[in-house]
């Protein structure tokens, strides 16, 4: 059983910075290393929203967000720069292979003066 477990959050001010880190354990660094693994964000009350998304080859890339991985450390990290009040959200790490999904617990961002 595949194990995530999210930091990295807290309060910042607005046009700071912060890296949210995703630690997978329970998986090999080889086998890790083929999941697809997926930021997502959610305020109260709405939708979990797709933030950044990381394969074995390619990321995606969004402004003022970075996805990067490690597999030798079995983490994927998101850099958020230039944050704004709306980018105030709980964010989960989910990490997906074939058929097996797995989901972290949160890590809540806040972002305010």
């Known amino acids: 059983q595949v194990q995530l477990v999210e930091s990295g959050g807290g309060l910042v001010q607005p046009g700071g910075s912060l890296r949210l880190s995703c630690v997978a354990s329970g998986v090999s660094g080889s086998i890790f290393s083929r999941y697809v693994v997926r930021w997502y964000r959610q305020v109260p009350g709405e939708q979990r929203v797709l933030v950044a998304f990381i394969t074995s080859d390619l990321n995606s890339v969004k402004g003022r967000f970075t996805i990067s991985r490690d597999n030798a450390r079995n983490t994927v990290y998101l850099q958020m720069n230039s944050l704004k009040p709306e980018d105030t959200a709980v964010y989960y790490c989910?990490?997906?292979?074939?058929?097996?999904?797995?989901w972290g617990q949160g890590t809540q961002v806040t972002v305010s003066s």
């Open positions: 989910n990490a997906q292979l074939d058929f097996t999904n797995y």
